[in-house]
Each structure stands twice: as C-alpha cells, then as structure tokens.
C-alpha cells in the first residue's frame, strides 16, 4: 500500500506565498513522477506541475513564472511553491505519484486527499 501525505495547504491573501508538500511512503520500488493538480467544483481535475526522477519539470500555462516544483528522491518528497498567488488559484490541490509498486513491479499511480488551497481577493 502506497501513502501520499499532503500539507501545507490554506488561506492566503492576493499576492501571497504558500508553499505544499506531499510526501509518498509504503510498498514503492521506484517513483518516476510526482505532481500536483488541482480542482475546483464543477470542473475537471487539471494539471498543475509534474516533475520527474531526472528533474524534468513541466508547469501549465497559467502557473508558469508564479509557482515551482521541486523533489527530494531521497525522501519521495515533492515541495510546490506558489508565489504570486491569485483567486483563480482557489482550488482543491491533489499530489500525484507514478512508478513501480516494491512486491510486484505492478504500475503505481497513487493519489492523496487534496487539500485546500484559498486565495482571497
């Protein structure tokens, strides 16, 4: 069994600064992929930032400049920074693992309980 740990969700003004975290524990053999992706109601879950074991990193549009993804491998840890936070930033925020299952190689794609994320105006 697989855990992803979110933190460090909440309620930011205009303009302000949060920073999440989600780290993966459990049967994992190796993880290829961490991200995040958020949600708002009503609409489909979207991506946010992905990175992956190499470093890669991929951000959509509308966070590009504002937010950074980084990784600890070591600690199956990713870290998102989100700066210049906007109201249309509001959302559920969802980290994301892929890879290798440690016992059975099967594919991992693991999802945690979101968190919230709130930009007042």
């Known amino acids: 069994q697989v855990q992803l740990v979110e933190s460090g969700g909440g309620l930011v003004q205009n303009g302000g600064s949060l920073r999440l975290s989600c780290a993966a524990s459990?049967?994992?053999?190796?993880?290829?992929?961490m991200g995040w992706y958020r949600q708002t109601p009503g609409k489909q879950r979207e991506l946010v930032a992905t990175?992956?074991?190499?470093?890669?990193?991929n951000y959509s549009d509308s966070v590009k400049g504002r937010f950074t993804l980084s990784r600890d491998n070591a600690k199956n840890t990713v870290y998102l920074q989100m700066n210049s936070l906007k109201p249309e930033d509001t959302a559920v925020y969802y980290c994301n693992a892929e890879g290798r299952l440690g016992s059975s190689g099967l594919v991992l794609d693991s999802w945690g309980q979101g968190t919230q994320v709130t930009v007042s105006s």
């Open positions: 459990g049967n994992i053999a190796s993880i290829s992929a």
């Open positions: 990175i992956t074991s190499g470093g890669t990193t």
